[in-house]
């Protein structure tokens, strides 16, 4: 460049000041599963089964309020920042849909067995909630978890 700008007096074409060319843009984030094809749609296959076929065929997935984009509570949100600061390849699912996700929660309570949300199952097993990803993370206990 410093050549360039020797021989030429300009700056090469797309090194201006405010050039994105070459600039890495992030990646965009990852849409939200939707369970279903919508909640007037009669289901073929019992709900439980499609969550248990969720998280046995993906490594990571966060059942959260809201989206991964715009989580609706402060553990959804904590949550979705602790997975993307581990830059996961995880699935998300929006128990607050009740047009795609219509009963979600309520068999999801009794799926897990866990009363709460958000949950994360790793590697088909639950995790558990924002409280144990958080102690996970803190003691940096979830990179060696996410590599198995």
């Known amino acids: 460049m410093e050549e360039h ?3 030429t007096g300009k700056v090469p074409p797309g090194n201006e000041s405010g050039n994105t060319t070459w600039v890495r843009q992030p990646p965009g984030k990852k849409p939200d599963l939707r369970l279903t094809p919508g909640r007037h749609v009669q289901l073929t296959v019992p709900l439980e089964e ?15 309020k809201g989206s991964r984009s715009a989580p609706q509570c402060g553990f959804s949100q904590r949550v979705v920042s602790i997975l993307e600061s581990e830059s996961l390849d995880y699935e998300s699912v929006d128990v607050l849909d009740e047009e795609y996700n219509y009963g979600l929660r309520e068999t999801l309570k009794k799926y897990s067995n866990w009363p709460t949300f958000p949950q994360i199952f790793v590697n088909g097993e639950l995790l558990g909630g924002c409280d144990i990803l958080t102690s996970m993370y803190e003691k940096d206990e979830l990179t060696r978890l996410f590599k198995k």
């Open 50 to 64: 499609l969550i248990d076929k969720l998280v046995k065929e993906n490594k990571v997935v966060a059942f959260i």
């Open 5 to 7: 700008i020797k021989a």
